[in-house]
């Protein structure tokens, strides 16, 4: 392999690991904040009030579970984004 080709495909990693980190810090900040903006966001919404306990209690949970889906999949997309943005 050309000495080249081997410093582009360095490059690229390179700017894609950053990518990830980034992503990674994004997702532990979505991770550990968002589910508490939004549970306090729909506990005081006019639509909250209205619920009995325990169906209040599902639309958190299913909030705060895909929020932290979304946060694990930050790091990939990071990756992903930062590499395909370098070549």
Known sequence: MD???LT???DASLIG???AAAGALFGLV???V???FVEQSIRTSNEGRKLPVREL???IAWWKT???VIAVAM???GFGLAVSMAD
């Open 3 to 5: 000495n080249s080709v």
């Open 8 to 10: 582009a495909l360095y």
């Open 17 to 19: 690991w950053a990518g």
């Open 30 to 32: 979505e991770w550990y």
């Open 34 to 36: 968002l589910p508490q």
């Open 57 to 59: 209690e599902a639309v």
């Open 66 to 68: 895909v929020i932290r």
């Open 75 to 77: 790091p990939l997309l």
